[in-house]
Nanobody, 125 residues
Framework: QAQLVESGGGVVQPGGSLRLSCAAS????????IGWFRQAPGKEREGVSC????????YYADSVKGRFTIFRDNAKNTVYLQMNSLKLEDTAVYFC??????????????????WGQGTQVTVSS
């Protein structure tokens, strides 16, 4: 059964860093585009970042450009989201998901599947 599991969330002060992991089981992650999404209370789920199957194309929301970096470790069947210079507005539950056609610009959650359970990121002073 194809499954994605997120981890690495936590509580951090503004300006701090976290690295989120999205580990795949039941399928080869490098065959798919992998997107990171987030959802804050009362807000819609938004696409934050995505990495293409070619391991070269990436997408970043304007709100995270220059602060977040997405990358793969195919040997570990895992995609990471390195988050630096975190802001209060980055607080949300972060999810990863997969698709085959393409990341999209921006990624649309309805085009992705095999959602993980999410990991909470809280930025608080």
């Amino acid at each position: 059964q194809a499954q994605l599991v997120e981890s690495g969330g936590g509580v951090v002060q503004p300006g701090g860093s976290l690295r989120l992991s999205c580990a795949a089981s039941g399928f080869k992650l490098d065959y798919y585009n992998i997107g990171w999404f987030r959802q804050a209370p009362g807000k819609e789920r938004e696409g934050v970042s995505c990495i293409g199957r070619d391991n070269a194309s990436t997408y970043y929301a304007d709100s995270v450009k220059g602060r977040f970096t997405i990358f793969r470790d195919n040997a570990k069947n895992t995609v990471y989201l390195q988050m630096n210079s975190l802001k209060l507005e980055d607080t949300a539950v972060y999810f990863c998901a997969r698709n085959f056609p393409g990341c999209g610009n921006p990624p649309q959650s309805r085009a992705f599947s095999s959602w993980g359970q999410g990991t909470q990121v809280t930025v608080s002073s």
